[in-house]
């Protein structure tokens, strides 16, 4: 199993790279290839139909 992200560990967005320090609320999580990526809004919103369809986001 994924271990949590560490707290103090700045998070990135997997398809844009917008960093934060700490995980926005309004950012997807989603486990592809047994790694934990992460979407910020903005990409998240882009890509919608793709996440709700389970599609790795190599596919978006």
Known sequence: MNEP???EEPVA???C???A???PLTWTCSVEN???EYFCEECARA?????EGR?????W
């Not at 890509?47 to 996440?51: G, H, L």
């Open 17 to 19: 790279g917008r960093t």
């Open 21 to 23: 320090d700490t995980l």
């Open 34 to 36: 047994g790694r934990r």
């Open 55 to 59: 599609l790795d986001s190599s596919w």
């Open 47 to 51: 890509n919608i139909r793709a996440i």
């Open 13 to 15: 967005c997997a398809r």
């Open 5 to 7: 992200r560490a707290a």
